[in-house]
């Protein structure tokens, strides 16, 4: 197992170093040849969804796909970013009240304000960036765009000196004030300590995290991506985020973390029933966490499977965030014998995580992508998860 995830590695690093040299040239025909290279990853989460703002657990791990970005200062106050997957240039004045209003460049006003109420000094700089983090599918390619730039302004204009937690939080607070997604900390944490070959436990009411070496022998983790996506511009995940702060309010704690079961059934009959389901599945959720780590510690990955398809079950009744079309893919799984199968990450659509055994491997991808096609008439892709480093600086191009 060790060695196929190393040469899994090594095939994966070329195909970016591929994208990377693309990158390079079009920085160079756009701003020259000084620049420094930032790459941060995507992320899966193997269990402990929609727990990170309730100050539960999560289980990420950071994954090979990643944004990488080429800058240098520019000696203005205006930052120059060419998206190049996307094709769209754009500027803004880092001194503007408003900032810019196309997306992509949301992303980059939000970190360049927040390093500066950290307290760090940026300027103008040029940019090129792009990467392989699939847009829409859940694998947080908003939070590794976020975490590629802190990482590189903190070096370029901090000196290195905020440490890799604050710069996570820099990401999530961009996310919260720029992009109106009140998200959790999962994404930019795991995007910025990702270590090859480890998942990580946090503890989000503490912060506390450990590392969890990830080799499980005779079976692998592939994401099944729906290629479909649902959401309406944030809205429905912020308002899962609401009912878990009405039900805590209530119960009188900080975050649902701190609610029991027994305190959860006292409150049932002040609570609508929706956002008793959702706490519900909170309350579910952190208990399949820990249900998890021993399971973990015993190597028992049929254990870890079952209660992955527990979670899918609490995301689709009671949390509410899957749809046909992932419900359809964690079914086939079922049917072909995977050992577990949920739908990751804020949910509406995006992928599915599968803990699948060697032995059912092949039946499982060979006859998923046509049935999926003839149901749904959408191709869905198939992507066997890598663990990789998290956030960093890959190089100084010539001076
Ligand atoms: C999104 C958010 C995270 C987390 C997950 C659900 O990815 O960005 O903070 O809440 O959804 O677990």
Same mark, same amino acid.
């Given at each position: 197992?060790?060695?196929?995830?190393?040469?899994?590695?090594?095939?994966?690093?070329?195909?970016?170093?591929?994208?990377?040299?693309?990158?390079?040239?079009?920085?160079?025909?756009?701003?020259?040849?000084?620049?420094?290279?930032?790459?941060?990853?995507?992320?899966?989460?193997?269990?402990?969804?929609?727990?990170?703002?309730?100050?539960?657990?999560?289980?990420?791990?950071?994954?090979?796909?990643?944004?990488?970005?080429?800058?240098?200062?520019?000696?203005?106050?205006?930052?120059?970013?060419?998206?190049?997957?996307?094709?769209?240039?754009?500027?803004?004045?880092?001194?503007?009240?408003?900032?810019?209003?196309?997306?992509?460049?949301?992303?980059?006003?939000?970190?360049?304000?927040?390093?500066?109420?950290?307290?760090?000094?940026?300027?103008?700089?040029?940019?090129?960036?792009?990467?392989?983090?699939?847009?829409?599918?859940?694998?947080?390619?908003?939070?590794?765009?976020?975490?590629?730039?802190?990482?590189?302004?903190?070096?370029?204009?901090?000196?290195?000196?905020?440490?890799?937690?604050?710069?996570?939080?820099?990401?999530?607070?961009?996310?919260?004030?720029?992009?109106?997604?009140?998200?959790?900390?999962?994404?930019?944490?795991?995007?910025?300590?990702?270590?090859?070959?480890?998942?990580?436990?946090?503890?989000?009411?503490?912060?506390?995290?450990?590392?969890?070496?990830?080799?499980?022998?005779?079976?692998?983790?592939?994401?099944?991506?729906?290629?479909?996506?649902?959401?309406?511009?944030?809205?429905?995940?912020?308002?899962?985020?609401?009912?878990?702060? @009405?039900? /805590?309010?209530?119960?009188?704690? *900080? !975050?649902? &973390?701190?609610?029991?079961?027994? +305190?959860?059934? =006292?409150?049932? $009959?002040?609570?609508?029933?929706?956002?008793? @389901?959702? /706490?519900?599945?909170?309350?579910? *959720? !952190?208990? &399949?966490?820990?249900?998890?780590? +021993?399971?973990? =510690?015993?190597? $028992?990955?049929?254990?870890?499977?079952?209660?992955?398809?527990?979670?899918?079950?609490?995301?689709?009744?009671?949390?509410?965030?899957?749809?046909?079309?992932?419900?359809?893919?964690? $079914?086939?799984?079922?049917?072909?014998?995977?050992?577990?199968?949920?739908?990751?990450?804020?949910?509406?659509?995006?992928?599915?995580?599968?803990?699948?055994?060697?032995?059912?491997? $092949?039946?499982?991808?060979?006859?998923?992508?046509?049935?999926?096609?003839?149901?749904?008439?959408?191709?869905?892709?198939?992507?066997?998860?890598?663990?990789?480093?998290?956030?960093?600086?890959?190089?100084?191009?010539?001076?």
């Amino acid at each position: 197992m060790r060695q196929a995830a190393i040469k899994s590695n090594y095939q994966h690093s070329i195909s970016i170093s591929m994208s990377l040299s693309q990158l390079l040239n079009i920085f160079s025909s756009r701003y020259g040849d000084d620049g420094v290279v930032y790459s941060a990853p995507g992320r899966i989460n193997l269990i402990g969804e929609h727990t990170d703002y309730n100050g539960g657990f999560v289980f990420p791990g950071a994954v090979a796909q990643s944004i990488t970005a080429v800058l240098r200062p520019n000696g203005t106050t205006s930052v120059n970013a060419y998206a190049a997957d996307l094709d769209l240039q754009g500027s803004f004045a880092i001194d503007d009240p408003d900032g810019p209003q196309q997306t992509h460049l949301r992303y980059l006003y939000g970190v360049v304000r927040e390093m500066k109420d950290h307290g760090v000094a940026v300027q103008g700089f040029d940019a090129v960036y792009g990467g392989d983090v699939p847009l829409g599918a859940g694998m947080s390619s908003s939070a590794a765009l976020e975490c590629c730039f802190a990482t590189a302004l903190n070096d370029l204009f901090g000196n290195g000196r905020l440490d890799r937690m604050t710069l996570a939080r820099i990401g999530q607070a961009t996310e919260h004030k720029y992009v109106g997604v009140k998200c959790g900390i999962m994404d930019q944490f795991a995007s910025m300590h990702g270590r090859e070959g480890s998942l990580m436990r946090l503890d989000c009411r503490s912060g506390e995290y450990e590392y969890f070496p990830w080799h499980p022998d005779g079976y692998r983790l592939l994401l099944v991506n729906s290629c479909v996506r649902h959401e309406l511009v944030g809205s429905p995940y912020n308002e899962r985020r609401q009912s878990c702060e @009405r039900v /805590a309010q209530l119960a009188g704690v *900080e !975050t649902l &973390r701190d609610c029991s079961w027994q +305190q959860l059934e =006292q409150l049932r $009959d002040r609570l609508d029933d929706t956002d008793y @389901r959702r /706490a519900r599945y909170v309350l579910g *959720e !952190t208990d &399949r966490v820990l249900a998890v780590c +021993q399971a973990l =510690q015993q190597d $028992d990955y049929e254990e870890v499977g079952r209660q992955m398809y527990l979670t899918h079950e609490g995301l689709r009744h009671d949390y509410e965030v899957s749809c046909d079309e992932i419900d359809f893919l964690v $079914d086939e799984a079922r049917r072909c014998g995977v050992s577990g199968s949920r739908i990751m990450g804020g949910g509406f659509g995006g992928c599915t995580i599968n803990l699948v055994r060697d032995d059912r491997y $092949d039946t499982f991808t060979e006859t998923l992508p046509s049935r999926y096609k003839s149901r749904f008439g959408v191709d869905c892709q198939l992507i066997p998860v890598v663990i990789g480093p998290g956030a960093r600086r890959i190089m100084d191009l010539e001076q």
